[in-house]
């Protein structure tokens, strides 16, 4: 599958009508540990090694769409590295833990829309509203939606950054340089 999402910053009365409307799930807690080689390389293709709660994932980005194919099952993850080792192993044989943060996750369903309030460790807050699609032929669809939705609220279109982006530029500035503002 594909997830297709779109970031938001609401206001505080936008994202109370959008929640009220929507159907509450759950409330976690999530971990996210992202790792990289030493020189940021995979961070650099838009690949994103993640150990979220102490499952290990992979996103890559489908060309400049914003979305991501995701690896999610360690024998895939494993083939993706050409490596016959244990994760845990591999990891620590060939990467640096590059980010690591908290967020506490709202989960919301409206329809076919999966909706995360986020409020992060390091103190970012956003809303994902997103869609899963079979192919890639329906991002664009699925794009088109998520806004179309957001519209209905109010959000401002504006493009929110990546969380991964804000944790460098707040808790790891001289990375965030190195990866962001050099380009």
Not at 10 to 30: G, H, M, W, Y
Not at 48 to 67: C, H, L, P, Y
Not at 135 to 158: R, T, V
Not at 162 to 176: L, N, Q, T
Request: charged share 40%.
């Amino acid at each position: 599958m594909i997830e297709v999402e779109k970031k938001f910053q609401p206001t505080e009365e936008q994202l109370k009508a959008l929640v009220n409307n929507s159907k509450f799930i759950k409330e976690v807690e999530l971990h996210d540990l992202y790792y990289d080689y030493p020189d940021y390389s995979l961070w650099k293709k838009t690949v994103f090694f993640r150990n979220r709660n102490g499952g290990f994932e992979v996103k890559i980005q489908v060309k400049d769409t914003g979305s991501y194919n995701e690896i999610e099952d360690e024998e895939s993850i494993k083939k993706y590295f050409k490596t016959d080792k244990p994760i845990s192993e591999f990891i620590k044989e060939n990467f640096i833990v590059a980010v690591d943060f908290k967020t506490k996750r709202q989960k919301y369903k409206k329809d076919d829309f999966n909706i995360d309030v986020d409020e992060l460790s390091f103190g970012y807050k956003c809303v994902e509203i997103e869609l899963l699609v079979g192919d890639e032929s329906q991002i664009k669809d699925a794009q088109e939606k998520i806004i179309h939705l957001a519209e209905q609220y109010g959000f401002d279109m504006k493009k929110v950054p990546p969380k991964r982006h804000e944790y460098f530029r707040i808790v790891k500035p001289d990375i965030y340089k190195d990866l962001y503002q050099d380009k």
